[in-house]
């Protein structure tokens, strides 16, 4: 059982830091190769990378201060952790999830921690506004993992107060 156990948190913890690798190797890529605001054409009509230091929090909402949204992603970390913790260790894709989750929240924070805002770059220009990287497709791939998690075995569902 406990071996059980730490293999599933090994689990949560791979993809989360493989979540941390893949983002971190793409945003130094663009960092060292792009100027702010430069944008290439990746695949035309649908997909350029585009360089912006994104200070402010998800769409642009938040304010731009790096301890207010670190703040805020340690809290909502915390939240999905207490929420979704008993079901993590019964469910591969509540593990994959939340690790892709905690690996993108920790890939936001470092560059927060480093540059003081977040290095974005994908940019799918003629069907989404906002330009993001891969820790944003990360939490947003795990949020969507986690919904269906829960609507396809309702024990997946956050932790209800009796």
Same mark, same amino acid.
């Given at each position: 059982?406990?071996?059980?156990?730490r293999?599933?948190?090994?689990?949560? !913890?791979? =993809? %989360?830091? &493989? =979540?941390?690798? %893949?983002?971190q190797?793409?945003? *130094?890529?663009?960092?060292?190769h !792009?100027?702010p605001g430069?944008?290439?054409?990746?695949?035309?009509? &649908?997909?350029?990378?585009?360089?912006?230091?994104?200070?402010?929090?998800?769409?642009? &909402? !938040?304010g731009?201060?790096?301890?207010? &949204?670190?703040?805020?992603?340690?809290?909502?970390?915390?939240?999905?952790?207490?929420?979704?913790?008993?079901?993590?260790?019964?469910? @591969?894709?509540? *593990?994959?999830?939340?690790?892709?989750?905690?690996?993108?929240?920790?890939?936001?924070? $470092?560059?927060?921690?480093?540059?003081?805002? $977040?290095?974005?770059?994908?940019?799918f220009?003629?069907?989404?506004?906002?330009?993001?990287? =891969?820790?944003?497709?990360?939490?947003?791939?795990? $949020?969507?993992?986690?919904?269906?998690?829960s609507?396809?075995?309702?024990?997946?569902?956050?932790? @209800? @107060? %009796?």
């Amino acid at each position: 059982m406990f071996r059980r156990q730490r293999s599933d948190t090994l689990q949560l !913890f791979l =993809v %989360a830091a &493989l =979540v941390v690798a %893949a983002d971190q190797l793409s945003k *130094r890529y663009i960092a060292t190769h !792009f100027m702010p605001g430069e944008s290439r054409l990746v695949v035309p009509g &649908l997909l350029r990378w585009t360089y912006e230091q994104n200070q402010h929090g998800a769409f642009g &909402l !938040f304010g731009d201060s790096p301890v207010l &949204l670190i703040a805020m992603a340690a809290v909502v970390l915390a939240i999905f952790w207490y929420s979704f913790r008993d079901q993590a260790r019964s469910s @591969r894709t509540v *593990r994959i999830a939340f690790g892709m989750i905690l690996g993108g929240a920790i890939g936001n924070i $470092v560059d927060r921690l480093h540059y003081r805002y $977040v290095i974005d770059f994908i940019d799918f220009y003629r069907i989404w506004p906002n330009i993001f990287d =891969v820790a944003d497709s990360c939490i947003t791939i795990g $949020v969507i993992l986690l919904i269906l998690a829960s609507l396809a075995n309702p024990r997946v569902s956050p932790r @209800r @107060r %009796a």
